[in-house]
């Protein structure tokens, strides 16, 4: 009797979906069958017709969801349609569940969980959405969403219900809250998350004889260790905590003078790995790829002003111009899915574009020397074995005429000098790509972290690298080196006003200089590598003139 008129309730569909759909609230949802409300007969037809749409609304966004998972990680345009259908469906049924919301909760049984669970898959989508086209808009989005979910209190009566499935949503969308709020520098906010989220871990804990509460104590240890990550602390007059964004700025960036010839290259693509053991890291984020992640973002416009209301930024609305580069966060890849992904960024990298291959990973060295040394005796950086590695030495203990099959070796980056290539390497192990031949005569540049640090620095390198620390924030490493813990605001600012004519003297050497190689000033013209490689230099030259590194660079 449920089923009846159907197939008048599905404009363009077929009885078929009518029926599944119908099924489908009638066996996962009893209260959208009506028992317990009245007798069928009373009930309109308009209200039958809006909890089966309703239904329908909600199985397609759940297939749809389901189905970004297997959506291919790389490239730019296997994705799109598929996600834009998906925000569609979403918006569709967000918008339908407020319009429609008496008639679901007095015949569906719509409860206020269920709508935070779509809020929250919303958020998501936003969130998945920004990881890959790095556009900052999309995270403001999904912070508009969660943040509605908490403020609303969307999952406040999950508690109260026998249902641990239920309690582990409430625990995952936390957590997802928290990666967003650390992306857009909301620390403040984090600590309350955190805060609220231990109490419902303990709760949840409590409540049911759960496996996996070390697991989520684990997740709190490695949120609270990425807070407390960075080495210096900005005070104000009050002795708070300053929190500054260090994305990308207006005016951040020392200018190209009239007259000054420099390449037209853009930066486009970005593959950011992470394989460093022990490093702070939360949500398969270590700290030194968050920093440079945002060292290669700009500072939206609208990032302080969030929407009052959810939604308002539909995900086809493309900006005129990309602000900034595609982004891969890999974290801990195989040296096969590393390849993958730089082929298939090597493949559709526009004309006229640079691809930026960014390395913090631990060293892999070589066991011996051969008579002919070449771009694999050299070692390099460790990808992921897929099984547990305590340090690098464990790579040290094979056979000298053997080449170790996990390192990502200088020579297997050659192929990919065929276009403009800018190579960062953060390694014990950097001076492996030290001798980097070009091959192709195209734009070329390798940046090196030191490969030793004085003893009283080494106990920091779980917090990040000091050298990545540099070229995310200059200054809070250049402080970090001298044993600053802490700064008042006001003497940070004038600092910052110092370094800035610093960077500006340095951009003048680079680009008058007769002598550097013409690859530096083929890379110059793009803003993010300018300030990368004018950091570089300072960062290089703060080492180099400090007493406890003298003795240690070469």
Not at 31 to 42: K, L, Q, R, Y
Not at 376 to 384: R, S
Not at 461 to 466: K, W
Request: aromatic share 12%.
């Amino acid at each position: 009797r449920y089923l009846k008129n159907a197939k008048y309730h599905y404009t363009g569909r077929t009885l078929a979906e009518s029926v599944l759909n119908s099924l489908f609230c009638f066996v996962l949802f009893p209260a959208a069958a009506m028992t317990g409300v009245g007798a069928e007969d009373d009930i309109p037809l308009c209200e039958r017709k809006t909890v089966t749409d309703f239904c329908y609304l909600l199985d397609k966004s759940k297939q749809l969801f389901n189905g970004l998972r297997d959506l291919p990680q790389y490239g730019h345009k296997q994705w799109q349609s598929y996600f834009g259908r998906t925000f569609d469906i979403y918006t569709k049924l967000w918008k339908f569940q407020q319009q429609h919301r008496q008639v679901l909760d007095n015949r569906y049984g719509l409860k206020r969980w269920q709508i935070g669970e779509v809020a929250s898959k919303i958020g998501q989508l936003y969130y998945h959405y920004y990881l890959r086209t790095s556009e900052t808009s999309y995270l403001n989005e999904a912070f508009s969403f969660y943040s509605a979910i908490r403020q609303r209190s969307y999952y406040h009566q999950v508690n109260k219900e026998n249902r641990p499935e239920l309690v582990v949503k409430k625990l995952r969308y936390y957590a997802r809250f928290i990666v967003v709020c650390l992306l857009l520098n909301k620390m403040d906010l984090v600590k309350v998350l955190v805060k609220e989220l231990s109490e419902e871990i303990e709760d949840y804990t409590q409540r049911f004889n759960t496996e996996d509460q070390l697991e989520w104590n684990l997740v709190l240890q490695e949120v609270a260790a990425f807070v407390e990550a960075d080495p210096l602390m900005i005070l104000n007059d009050d002795n708070a905590v300053v929190v500054l964004s260090n994305r990308l700025q207006e005016g951040g960036v020392p200018p190209l003078e009239q007259g000054m010839v420099v390449g037209q290259l853009t930066l486009a693509d970005a593959l950011i790995v992470g394989n460093c053991n022990n490093q702070v890291k939360f949500s398969e984020l270590t700290i030194d790829m968050f920093r440079m992640l945002q060292a290669l973002e700009r500072e939206p416009v609208n990032l302080a002003t969030q929407s009052s209301k959810p939604g308002t930024l539909e995900p086809n609305e493309k900006p005129a111009k990309r602000e900034n580069p595609h982004k891969y966060l890999l974290y801990k890849p195989t040296f096969s899915q590393l390849y993958t992904f730089l082929s298939a960024s090597f493949k559709e990298l526009p004309a006229n574009s640079v691809l930026l291959v960014y390395l913090s990973a631990t060293g892999v060295f070589p066991t011996g020397r051969s008579e002919c040394e070449g771009p694999y005796d050299f070692g390099g950086v460790l990808t992921n074995t897929n099984r547990d590695v305590v340090n690098g030495e464990m790579v040290q203990k094979r056979s000298q005429a053997q080449k170790e099959m996990h390192c990502l070796h200088p020579g297997d980056l050659f192929s990919f000098t065929r276009k403009p290539l800018f190579i960062i390497v953060d390694s014990s192990n950097s001076t492996a790509y030290k001798n980097f031949s070009n091959l192709f005569g195209q734009p070329l540049v390798c940046l090196l972290s030191p490969t030793v640090y004085p003893k009283s620095m080494q106990d920091q390198c779980q917090r990040g690298s000091l050298f990545t620390l540099f070229l995310y924030n200059p200054l809070m490493g250049f402080l970090s080196v001298c044993g600053l813990s802490s700064m008042r605001y006001g003497l940070w600012e004038k600092a910052q006003e110092l370094l800035r004519k610093v960077f500006h003297d340095i951009g003048q050497m680079i680009t008058s200089s007769r002598v550097i190689d013409q690859a530096y000033l083929q890379f110059y013209g793009d803003e993010f590598l300018r300030l990368l490689m004018i950091r570089f230099v300072f960062c290089c030259t703060t080492l180099r003139l400090h007493k406890l590194f003298q003795v240690r660079l070469n």
